[in-house]
């Protein structure tokens, strides 16, 4: 009896799971193959997505201010309008400056364009010493053109008419959600009594969204405040056009601190040559380390817990999927889709460490050096007991043979 029940436990599917019994490759080209229509999906309505979400994540940094309101007594209705009213003048204040920042580009460009032009030569004339063909040089030199560099800061921002619908999308949203935002923590304990790991996820998912965003946006001001001051006083023409640049970077992990200093190190090639690209490339490298490696990581916290390989992964993956503005928002959309699928659900917990989770890693890591440290001041110690054993048993006479 006792053998046939353990065989029957033996034949049931690991955790309940009524796909245990299909071969493991086929799960995993299932769930590729699903990924894969995900993304392409995601794809085909990134006009439509990427502003929604956006609007998500706005709603949710801002919520905390609607709940304070309403326990300050203020009433609901006028909580909800508050919450809206800043957060469309927080957005009527980027756009405002991203237009300004576009218009000094464009007006900037054409001043310093025979020196690109040349700046292009010059690097034509290397790339053929070292045996590039004229059709190889031609293809990468053509990108100093100052009318094609225009023309791509413009398709990167859109046209009139895609912006237009983003906003209004935007907007539309953030209005919607700030109204559905009151029922929001009621929602969650009705479906918590059914479905609490999910619920758990999801409130999880936005609290650190919410504690990313803000502590890159504050440290992201902060760090195009300095950068802008620094190139105001090294006389880098368009300096606060690359202070905005420098802060919209800073919403881009990993790669974001080399697309923001690029041009500041061409216009102060241009006007200062090496000695102010050095400037600029300490300036800007410590003003990075500081912000980025000492002071986010303890205001962030573990909110984030994603490994540095993925974070590079996921800015390249949602920047192909849903346009540049995926790059900004990579961050919030892979730990939307962590607490989707692994903190869901607690069979897959094992895989947090895996994507970057290295809280307990890090304690094990930190015991093992300690056991290891312990080890080695032990090991003179041993030494030494054994070394005065010897000489003891050498200078000691020899015992007399027994009677």
């Not at 001043?111 to 790339?127: A, K, R």
């Not at 190889?136 to 800061?153: A, E, K, W, Y």
């Amino acid at each position: 009896m006792a053998d046939s029940s353990k065989g029957t436990t033996e034949t049931q599917p690991e955790n309940g799971s009524k796909f245990a019994n299909y071969p493991r490759s086929a799960l995993i080209l299932a769930g590729l193959g699903g990924a894969t229509l995900t993304a392409v999906g995601l794809w085909a309505i990134q006009s439509f997505f990427a502003p929604f979400f956006l609007a998500l994540v706005l709603t949710i940094c801002a919520h905390p201010i609607r709940v304070a309101l309403e326990r300050w007594g203020v009433a609901r209705g006028f909580a909800t309008g508050s919450v809206i009213t800043v957060v469309f003048l927080m957005l009527a204040a980027f756009v405002f400056a991203l237009v300004v920042a576009f218009g000094q580009f464009a007006a900037l460009l054409p001043q310093f364009g025979p020196q690109i032009i040349d700046i292009g030569t010059q690097i034509g004339d290397w790339l053929k010493s070292i045996g590039l063909t004229q059709e190889q040089v031609s293809s990468i030199t053509s990108g100093f053109d100052p009318g094609r560099i225009l023309g791509f800061v413009a398709a990167l921002l859109g046209n009139v008419t895609s912006v237009t619908v983003g906003l209004v999308i935007v907007l539309t949203s953030l209005i919607l959600m700030a109204m559905d935002a009151v029922y929001v923590p009621l929602l969650m304990r009705q479906v918590g009594r059914t479905r609490p790991n999910m619920v758990a996820a999801l409130a999880g998912f936005a609290t650190g969204v919410r504690r990313y965003m803000v502590a890159t946006t504050a440290l992201g001001i902060a760090q195009g405040l300095l950068n802008w001051v620094a190139l105001v006083i090294l006389d880098i023409p368009g300096a606060f056009l690359w202070g905005l640049l420098s802060f919209l970077c800073s919403y881009i992990p990993n790669i974001g601190y080399f697309i923001a200093i690029i041009p500041p190190i061409v216009f102060g090639l241009l006007v200062g040559g090496w000695p102010v690209v050095i400037a600029v490339i300490i300036i800007y490298g410590v003003i990075n380390a500081v912000v980025q490696s000492l002071i986010q990581p303890r205001v962030v916290g573990n909110a984030v817990a994603l490994g540095q390989t993925i974070t590079f992964v996921s800015v390249l993956f949602w920047a192909v999927v849903i346009g540049p503005i995926g790059a900004i928002l990579a961050i919030p959309l892979t730990l939307l889709v962590r607490a989707i699928l692994i903190d869901s659900n607690p069979s897959a917990a094992w895989w947090r460490p895996v994507i970057g989770d290295l809280t307990e890693t890090k304690r094990i890591m930190k015991d093992e050096d300690l056991r290891s440290k312990q080890a080695k001041k032990s090991r003179p110690r041993r030494r030494a007991v054994g070394v005065a054993e010897t000489r003891s048993l050498e200078t000691d006479p020899k015992p007399s043979p027994p009677a």
